[in-house]
């Protein structure tokens, strides 16, 4: 196993803090999560960037952004999945560009730890909204 | 030497092309320097982003952006200068926010790669404008 695989170690930018505990949280994540924002929003740059790390399993609940969101995979294997559509395997390298309002989920497969940076660009046309969990049924069902 | 600081090695994305060649190729680059654009302009994000490469010397020239550019450092050392103000050194995992219309350059140090992924938000603003080269004489009175 590569060392950068590990999931405690940082990838390149910092963990951050844990903003999920285990189980169902709230609607927004489940499992565990870190979060350290790397770019705060502002009103010059609208672009809030923030380095995510999931812990195997863990994932964000349904949702979309007005002004769309670039993922860009910086370690781990993860899902990707918009709304009536198969989730798509993403890794390492990896980049994913959401459109405006398109409903979607990412999160950790169950085997590996996940990191990305998430980018969202033209921050104000509005905050994400959000339309519940992926259950544990559901994400055992994309396997 | 860690592994990740080897010049030739990709840092998680892809170095690309070399977009410049040695000495001065034009008034926006000066050394090698290599391109990857993780994503692309378009008129729904507004936000190319670029994965830059440099060698150790290699800059870019005096710009500004009219929406403003957000640098991720991902690998090496390099300097990052304002006009007015004195140059300073960055290195993996900062950040650097150039607001708007901030005339600025930026690159390797003498003794080492640097790369950065660039986000160029708010894009429908405009193009980068231009403003010549940190000339050999410029760049050797920062150390």
Redesign the interface.
């Known amino acids: 196993m590569k060392k950068s695989k590990i999931m405690s170690e940082r990838?390149?930018?910092?963990k951050g803090e844990k903003i999920a505990g285990d189980g169902i949280a709230n609607n927004h994540f489940i499992g565990n999560v870190w979060l350290q924002m790397?770019?705060t929003d502002d009103s010059?740059?609208?672009?809030p960037?923030g380095n995510v790390t999931f812990e195997p399993g863990a994932r964000n609940g349904w949702h979309t952004h007005p002004g769309?969101q670039?993922l860009?995979v910086?370690?781990g294997k993860g899902y990707y999945q918009e709304a009536d559509r198969k989730a798509q395997v993403i890794r390492?390298?990896d980049?994913i560009?959401i459109?405006?309002h398109v409903k979607h989920w990412h999160g950790a497969a169950p085997d590996s730890y996940f990191s990305h940076?998430a980018?969202m660009?033209?921050s104000g046309k509005g905050d994400a909204t959000w339309f519940g969990a992926v259950t544990d049924e559901e994400y055992r069902d994309l396997l």
Request: glycine letters at 12%; proline letters at 12%; hydrophobic letters at 50%.
């Open positions: 990838v390149i930018f910092p790397l770019v010059t740059f609208h672009c960037i769309g670039i860009l910086t370690g390492e390298g980049i560009k459109l405006p940076i980018i660009p033209n």
